[in-house]
């Protein structure tokens, strides 16, 4: 069975520092997903990893995922308040249908 | 394109009533699913479909029903609603092809009392 754990569950930064946000699964799975939520919204797609050492950026945040580790990150460069949300984590079992969510890292972002 | 439409946002049902959540995609993704959302358990799924007469139980069916007679439609039926179920539902819709991710819809937000 898969399970996706993702850590911190929540985190609380200044405005300008730097963070990462860890994704962890526990079966072998190439295609990892980044979405932010924010309050009482549907789910926004942040990046789509496809392969071992896929590493994309968009803004302020870098998505990586080591296949090999299992292992995704998410990295905050700089942060602003605007970053403030919920970030999940979600991996393919098989591709099409079946994702396993993280619980989710909520980020409050301190001016 | 009007993407993943769900209908209705909110709605409350007393224990043991049934209702039909809609949920409608305009882009022939030809994978659609239902998920469920619980504080601290982040999206769980509960139903999907690789196409037009094809579906499957995911992590937690129980008390739900799907049925996906055309590749726009995918509703979702709760059969005789429980506390237990009161979420926030989503339904998605992907393409089959590999280098595409999944588009939500809005959401629909359960109240069962």
């Known amino acids: 069975e898969l399970k996706v754990e993702q850590n911190p569950l929540f985190l609380s930064m200044q405005e300008g520092k730097n963070y990462t946000i860890y994704c962890n699964y526990s079966t072998t799975s190439d295609r990892l997903y980044w979405y932010r939520q924010d309050p009482g919204k549907s789910l926004e797609s942040l990046f789509v990893l496809l392969s071992n050492g896929a590493v994309k950026q968009e803004g302020r945040l870098m998505a990586s995922l080591d296949t090999k580790a299992r292992l995704s990150t998410l990295h905050i460069t700089a942060a602003v308040h605007d970053l403030s949300a919920t970030y999940f984590c979600a991996v393919d079992m098989e591709y099409g249908n079946k994702l396993v969510f993280g619980a989710g890292t909520i980020l409050r972002v301190k001016s | 394109n009007a993407g993943v439409t769900q209908t209705p946002k909110f709605q409350v049902l007393k224990t043991g009533q049934s209702m039909t959540l809609q949920c409608a995609q305009d882009?022939?993704?030809?994978?659609m699913s239902w998920y469920r959302q619980d504080p601290g358990m982040g999206l769980r799924l509960i139903h999907y479909?690789?196409?037009?007469?094809?579906?499957d139980q995911g992590e937690v069916p129980n008390g739900y029903n799907v049925s996906r007679s055309t590749t726009e439609d995918f509703p979702l039926r709760l059969l005789s609603a429980a506390p237990s179920q009161t979420s926030v539902y989503f339904c998605a819709s992907s393409y089959s092809r590999a280098g595409y991710g999944y588009t939500f819809g809005s959401g629909t937000r359960l109240t069962v009392v």
């Open positions: 479909s690789v196409g037009a007469g094809i579906t």
């Open positions: 882009m022939n993704h030809e994978y």
